[in-house]
């Protein structure tokens, strides 16, 4: 933000002061040489020479540290020069006028002025930065972008068209999702959803609806025996339901496996059947399987179902 | 004849006023004035003054090391004033005040004299310029 906001809020300000005390003849705002505001009534020769005279007082200023306020009466009227923050603010009055009245107004209303200013000033950067911090995101990753779009054509349909009853479709049944519904073809808003519709894929692909594999941390136990396949790892009946029950129809054969250094490996898997492990969180794990893993006896491992 | 003779002895008396002559007007002025300043030197929070006119000048400071720079920033005020003034049509320059961050100066011109008074800014400095030009 520039000196050209200060100067139009200034320059109003200056105007309404006229307005409110006509006996302030002249009136400007200043910063070092520069003027930023001034009445309609004072002209720029006069401003500048005066800015000069003022500057001259500044210079020798040091003597009573610093300039705050100049006061000039003459035999016909005032001049009151008042040093700000960031500007000065000169007004000239005349012997008439009720001089307490005028410097309220003025010491009041420009210094609050140039607050509002400052505050704007302060906050537009902000919102700037904001605004570069957090842009608006412009590419969503293919599965949000699928999401999104889904819900913005069913909002559409919800505007469009009188309200209908969904039936949830079983998971991995192939779904239609807009292909039944009525578009007026000629409205703007439909062509747009025609083209997000194109977008998106109208068929799910049954994987789409399943839920991610939940994984389930458990404690190494060693297996062995002779009539133990090697190739098999032992877990809880109750984790196995569990996956059964919610990728229902799908095959589970084999489990995953992964030790906490992230080492990992598939094996085949069978419920525990000894009752002094099972329920205890632990998995049951032959010797082959836990030098593959590089895990032994007590530490951590975490499992997840493989789904063909 | 009795009213000839009033007016005749009014008249003289009249034409003995109008021959005094003007530097003592001047220099009885300046005594008033500088015995009203000496008076306010006394009051806490003045720093100082300086009167001077044509003839004559006097001057007491807190801190008389600061002499010339006090007098080369009075100066420059009161050229810088007359200027304003020419510029904003104030008139004839009365009085003039500045105020710094410090302490703060009022400027007095009374017929031929100038006064800076030096002074704390919590002085009331019109109270002050009461008590030297009633």
């Known amino acids: ?308 | 004849m009795a009213n000839k003779k009033q007016i005749a002895q009014k008249t003289e008396s009249l034409v003995v006023v109008e021959n005094q002559p003007a530097v003592p007007i001047e220099v009885s002025l300046f005594k008033n004035l500088s015995e009203n300043l000496k008076k306010i030197r006394s009051l806490e929070g003045i720093l100082g003054y300086i009167i001077r006119n044509g003839i004559s000048a006097e001057i007491d400071l807190q801190e008389p090391e600061k002499l010339v720079e006090y007098a080369i920033f009075t100066s420059q005020i009161v050229d810088s004033s007359q200027e304003l003034a020419e510029l904003f049509t104030l008139g004839g320059l009365k009085t003039m005040l500045v105020e710094g961050a410090e302490f703060k100066v009022l400027i007095l011109i009374i017929n031929e004299n100038k006064i800076n008074i030096f002074m704390k800014n919590n002085i009331d400095h019109i109270k002050i310029a009461e008590k030297i030009s009633p």
């Not at chain 1, 082959?288 to 007590?298: A, M, N, Y």
């Open chain 1, 1 to 308: 933000m520039n000196s050209t906001v200060y100067t139009s809020a200034l320059q109003n300000t200056l105007s309404e002061i006229k307005n409110i005390c006509p006996e302030v003849s002249n009136s400007f705002v200043f910063n070092d040489s520069d003027l930023i505001a001034k009445d309609d009534s004072t002209s720029k020769k006069n401003i500048d020479q005066a800015i000069v005279a003022f500057n001259l007082v500044e210079k020798e200023a040091k003597t009573i540290g610093g300039l705050k306020s100049i006061r000039v009466e003459g035999t016909k009227g005032k001049l009151n020069l008042a040093y700000m923050d960031k500007f000065n603010l000169a007004t000239v009055i005349s012997n008439k006028a009720d001089e307490n009245y005028v410097n309220t107004i003025t010491k009041v209303l420009v210094p609050t002025v140039i607050k509002l200013v400052d505050e704007i000033k302060v906050i537009s950067p902000e919102i700037e930065a904001e605004i570069n911090e957090n842009p608006k995101p412009i590419a969503e990753p293919p599965e949000k972008d699928l999401e999104i779009k889904q819900e913005t054509s069913q909002e559409l349909s919800e505007i469009k068209n009188p309200p209908v009853t969904l039936i949830e479709p079983p998971a991995n049944e192939k779904v239609e999702v807009v292909g039944g519904l009525n578009y007026n073809p000629n409205t703007e808003d439909n062509s747009e959803n025609q083209s997000i519709e194109e977008k998106s894929p109208i068929e799910f692909e049954d994987n789409n609806f399943l839920a991610e594999p939940p994984v389930t941390q458990l404690i190494v136990e060693k297996l062995g025996g002779i009539l133990v396949p090697s190739d098999t790892v032992r877990i809880d009946k109750e984790i196995i339901e569990k996956w059964t029950e919610l990728f229902d129809g799908k095959k589970i054969k084999m489990v995953h496996i992964e030790n906490v250094n992230g080492k990992s490996t598939q094996s085949k898997f069978r419920n525990i059947k000894s009752s002094k492990h099972a329920g205890k969180g632990v998995i049951r794990i032959p010797d082959k399987i836990q030098l593959e893993l590089e895990t032994s006896k007590g530490e951590l491992v975490t499992i997840k179902p493989v789904i063909d």
